[in-house]
């Protein structure tokens, strides 16, 4: 590692025990969950992710600060401010497998759809992102029906009421990843109410991540639309 430590009480670099074979045992990248560690803590992660290069890594919940902090040591990576990612090496690998569209109900959900779209094109999926589809306005999640039934899976992020992936489950024959959102008033209890309006859903076919938890949905949509490794019958 390069670079002095501006915390004299951190702990040394063996203390990270950092997962550097998780590309070689799993088939996919790295990822640091920024916003529980200090920007120095981020900085000496990236600085050994560098100095180890054992496949790409994601920042996620970077906010400015300890998105600089990564930039600090891996000055060519990539800093998706909306999505509060940042990926290096910044550029994805070419797409695979199925198609992943991810669904925003409104623009306020949008950091997390973002969050879920960027991991799965990082995780090598071709992705595309629809926004603003929420249930106050059915005739515009219709409108896209024809780009939602090519998808190999559908992540649909949503707060409010978290109806939305149940209207999608519905009329696609794919997987639904529903993301509930912590966007809405005070009986929404920072997303609780979504998320239990989506394990209650009556379609089947639909999976719940937790709380704004737009990276694993990504990650795992990104796994079900993954190339099949067994020929066709």
Excluded at 122 to 148: I, K, M, P
Aim: aromatic share 4%; net charge negative.
């Amino acid at each position: 590692m390069t670079g002095d430590r501006t915390d004299p009480l951190a702990p040394p670099l063996a203390d990270f025990d950092l997962d550097h074979a998780r590309t070689l045992r799993r088939g996919y990248p790295e990822a640091v969950l920024c916003d529980a560690k200090t920007p120095d803590q981020v900085r000496r992660i990236a600085a050994e992710c560098r100095e180890r290069a054992t496949g790409a890594v994601l920042f996620t919940r970077a906010d400015e600060e300890r998105a600089a902090a990564a930039l600090a040591e891996l000055p060519d990576a990539r800093h998706l401010l909306e999505a509060d990612l940042v990926v290096w090496p910044p550029h994805p690998p070419a797409p695979s497998g199925g198609l992943v569209v991810v669904l925003s109900a409104g623009t306020s959900d949008l950091p997390v759809a973002r969050e879920a779209e960027v991991t799965a094109r990082y995780l090598g999926r071709r992705t595309e992102l629809v926004v603003d589809v929420g249930v106050a306005g059915l005739h515009r999640v219709l409108g896209h029906l024809e780009l939602l039934r090519t998808a190999r899976a559908v992540v649909v992020a949503a707060g409010m009421d978290g109806a939305l992936p149940s209207v999608v489950a519905g009329l696609v024959p794919s997987p639904v990843v529903a993301v509930p959102t912590s966007v809405g008033y005070g009986a929404s209890l920072g997303g609780i109410a979504a998320l239990l309006t989506m394990l209650n859903s009556c379609a089947p076919g639909v999976a719940v991540v937790n709380i704004d938890n737009g990276y694993g949905a990504g990650h795992l949509a990104a796994q079900i639309a993954a190339p099949t490794s067994q020929p066709d019958a």
